[in-house]
Each structure stands twice: as structure tokens, then as C-alpha cells.
């Protein structure tokens, strides 16, 4: 059963970088016609999509963050990564990490990973 | 950017109760919609894709319709488990872009 969990630090001072990673499991990861993304959603508010990328490194990026974000991939390892620059207060919420279809919805979720932006 | 507003923003039943919640998009998407349901301190669930195909192990209370840019999810009788957020969210034109959520409480 494919399952997607997200790692990394739950405290990132203003103006450093946010790096999370989300491991997949019990699913091919180069599977083509998938991507694999990431969606925040801030305390109390609504989900906002970040960023895609595929197994081969083709990304698509929210333009609101597009030059703040990278997402990168580790295929042997089954996992990609975010990493989001010069983060404010603002980027504070719970990141989850998602399958997307080959149409774009998201079909299967991670539990989410909170990052708190404080110094 | 296509805007999604759902609406209510909250909605109060009771267990056994028909609801239906609408999501709009600010210009035309097609088929293009995905609806998801999330419980407190959980990731979102597809419910339903394509604005009627609902998810393998869906319950078959969830109804999707809809077409362009205006859309409902009705509930045909509610049950304990489904007082959650539910959001809708676009995937004609990227950014992909998600409403900001219809919260169904007793």
C-alpha cells in the first residue's frame, strides 16, 4: 500500500532555508504518468499547492513561489525533497507531501510535517 | 489564477441529514474538480475526482456534480464520521487551486 512520509526539522528560523523530504513507500516511484508534490496549508487556512516534480526531474512550480522553492528527487532512495528560501513567519503551516495523478489531482496524502518559523 | 469559493464557509447538520455544498470556479474548468474531505489534525482524503467519479472506498453517499464552473458535493445522509472540512480544488489550469474549505459541524 503506497504510504508518503514527510521528515525534516519542525523549527526554521526567518530568513533560512525550509528543507523537508518525503520518503514513498509500497509504490514504484519512477512509475511514469505520477508526479509527487508538496501542498501547505498555515494554521486555521486553506491548502495552497507548492510544487510537482517527476521521477525524472521534470518540476512544475506554483509561480507564487517559484523563486523561493526547489524540488528535487532521489529516485534510489524512492523520495524528493523541497526547499523552500529566506522563509518568514508567513511560511509557517503544515506541509504535506502528495501523489498526483496523471490529470493532477491528489490521490494519496502524507500525514504532514508542522514547521514553525520563529528565531 | 483560477479562484475556487465554496460556500457555506460552514454548515450545521445533523446525523442523517442530505447536504449539499457548492464550490465555484472563476471561469470555466470542465470536468476538472477534486473534492477531499479532512478530518481535525488530518491529511485531506479524495472523495471524489473528474466533478463525479468518487475515490475506491468512498462511501457511496458522496455524490459529485456539476460542469464549467459550478459545483456541488451532497451528502445524502450524514453519518457521525463525515462532520469534517471539505475542499474542492481545480485542476483544469495549473497553479492547481483549492477553495478554502466548507466546514460541515453538528
Known amino acids: 500500500q503506497l504510504q508518503l512520509q514527510e521528515s525534516g526539522p519542525g523549527l526554521v528560523k526567518p530568513s533560512e532555508t525550509l528543507s523537508l523530504t518525503c520518503t514513498v513507500s509500497?509504490?514504484?516511484?519512477?512509475?511514469?504518468?505520477?508526479?509527487w508534490g508538496w501542498v501547505r496549508q498555515a494554521p486555521g487556512k486553506g491548502l495552497e499547492w507548492l510544487g510537482s516534480?517527476?521521477?525524472?526531474?521534470?518540476?512544475y512550480y506554483n509561480p507564487s513561489f517559484k523563486s523561493r522553492l526547489t524540488l528535487s528527487v532521489d529516485t534510489s532512495r524512492s523520495r524528493f525533497s523541497l526547499s523552500l528560501t529566506s522563509v518568514t513567519t508567513a511560511d509557517a503551516a503544515v506541509y504535506y507531501c502528495?501523489?498526483?495523478?496523471?490529470?493532477?489531482?491528489?490521490?494519496?496524502w502524507g500525514r504532514g510535517s508542522l514547521v514553525t518559523v520563529s528565531s | 489564477d483560477i479562484q475556487m469559493t465554496q460556500s457555506p464557509s460552514t454548515l450545521s447538520a445533523s446525523v442523517g441529514d442530505r447536504v449539499t455544498l457548492t464550490c465555484r470556479a472563476s471561469?470555466?474548468?470542465?470536468?476538472?474538480l477534486a473534492w477531499y474531505q479532512q478530518r481535525p489534525g488530518k491529511a485531506p482524503n479524495l472523495l471524489i475526482y473528474?466533478?463525479?467519479i468518487l475515490e475506491t472506498g468512498v462511501p457511496s453517499r458522496f455524490s459529485g456534480s456539476g460542469s464549467g464552473a459550478e459545483f456541488t458535493l451532497t451528502i445524502s445522509s450524514l453519518h457521525p464520521e463525515d462532520f469534517a472540512t471539505y475542499f474542492c480544488?481545480?485542476?483544469?489550469?495549473?497553479?492547481?487551486?483549492f477553495g478554502h474549505g466548507t466546514r460541515v459541524e453538528v
Open positions: 502528495a501523489r498526483l495523478t496523471f490529470t493532477r489531482y491528489f490521490d494519496v
Open positions: 509500497g509504490f514504484p516511484f519512477t512509475r511514469d504518468s505520477y508526479f
Open positions: 473528474e466533478t463525479s
Open positions: 471561469q470555466t474548468i470542465n470536468k476538472w
Open positions: 516534480i517527476q521521477y525524472g526531474g521534470s518540476t
Open positions: 480544488q481545480q485542476y483544469h489550469t495549473p497553479p492547481w487551486t
